[in-house]
C-alpha cells in the first residue's frame, strides 16, 4: 500500500499546482477517486486552483436602468396618479412593469 501512495504522491507533487482536471486524470491512473487526490494533495501541503474560475453570479447585482420603484413612480405620473397609489406593484416583474409603461405612452 504504501507503494501506491509514493507513486500517487509523484503523480500529485509533479502536477503541482492542482487542479479538477488534474486530480481527475491522476484518479483514473491510480484507480481512486477524484476527491481522494484532492485530498491526498491537500495533506501534502500542495496548493489547489480551480481549473477555470467560476463565472460571477447574477444575483445581487443591481441591473441597469431605474429601479422598480421608479419605473412605478412613471407610471404613477403618467397617469396623474398619487405618489404610493399603486403600492402592490413594487411585486411585479421588471418586464412588465416596462411594458405598462410602454403602453401608457403610446395611449
Known amino acids: 500500500m504504501a507503494n501506491n501512495y509514493q507513486a500517487l504522491d509523484k ?40 481549473a ?15 429601479t422598480k420603484k421608479e419605473l412605478i413612480r412613471q407610471l404613477e405620473v403618467g397617469m396623474k396618479a398619487e405618489e404610493g397609489e399603486f403600492l402592490g406593484l413594487d411585486m411585479a416583474h421588471r418586464s412588465a412593469l416596462e411594458a405598462l409603461i410602454k403602453r401608457v405612452k403610446d395611449i
Not at 486524470?25 to 494533495?41: C, G, Q, S, T
Open 52 to 66: 477555470t474560475p467560476t463565472p460571477p453570479s447574477i444575483y445581487g447585482r443591481r441591473q441597469e436602468g431605474p
Open 11 to 50: 503523480d500529485i507533487r509533479d502536477a503541482e499546482p492542482i487542479n479538477m482536471l488534474n486530480a481527475e486524470l491522476i484518479a483514473k491512473r491510480h484507480n481512486v477517486k477524484p476527491r481522494m487526490v484532492l485530498a491526498r494533495a491537500i495533506s501534502l501541503g500542495i496548493r489547489y486552483t480551480p
